[in-house]
């Protein structure tokens, strides 16, 4: 035994024996069929802790999902808002949920969203805001929400078209509004000029 663990302790014998070990790995994962897993990790934390670390925290409800390999990009309806005043219709980005820390939001489903860090990999463009499993991690958003202040209601940023909306309504009222207008100014040209003919002298 003492002779073993001298050929264990020279450098060469170290190395051919991590070799070996990492050889073994890779078969035994491609036997099994399988790939070593990415876990998402979040430290424990306390509600109070979630909402000071909070950009915002919103109760909402996603209009549309869009996900590819990455993540997720969702538009929210926002119905309040706690820390800040947030727009009526903003964009949450999240990463993907299955190891990278990402949330999966659902359309239709209103939920309280702990806005910050989009989650590992992900980054957020102008006017979109993330959201990850490590701040939405806490069951019980009311006790989150005690914590994060007063209320906001949303601000108006007017109607949202939908798909299938064309946008020329507008521009074919603003048409009528200009022929209407210029009608009325030849009409008015003409009878001057009528009225100045009719003058004696």
């Known amino acids: 035994m003492a002779e073993l663990t001298r050929v264990l302790r020279r450098p060469r014998t170290r190395a051919v024996v991590l070799v070996a070990a990492l050889i073994a790995c890779a078969m035994l994962s491609l036997a099994v069929g399988t790939s070593p897993a990415c876990a998402c990790s979040c430290a424990p934390r306390t509600a109070e802790q979630i909402a000071d670390r909070a950009g915002a925290i919103i109760v909402g409800t996603p209009v549309s999902v869009t996900e590819d390999a990455t993540g997720s990009r969702s538009v929210v309806r926002v119905q309040r808002s706690y820390k800040r005043r947030l727009p009526d219709t903003i964009t949450v980005v999240s990463a993907s949920p299955a190891g990278a820390c990402g949330i999966t939001l659902t359309k239709g489903r209103t939920r309280t969203i702990v806005l910050g860090w989009p989650g590992g990999g992900v980054t957020t463009g102008d006017g979109e ?45 603003g048409h009528i509004g200009i022929a209407v207008a210029a009608g009325a100014g030849i009409l008015l040209a003409g009878g001057t000029a009528l009225m100045v003919k009719r003058r004696p002298g």
């Not at 069951?139 to 798909?163: C, E, L, N, Q, W």
């Open 129 to 173: 805001w993330g959201a990850s499993l490590c701040d939405n991690l806490n069951s019980d958003a009311s006790s989150v929400i005690a914590h994060a202040g007063p209320v906001f209601s949303p601000v108006a940023t007017g109607p949202t078209r939908t798909s299938g909306e064309s946008g020329t309504g507008g521009g074919n009222r």
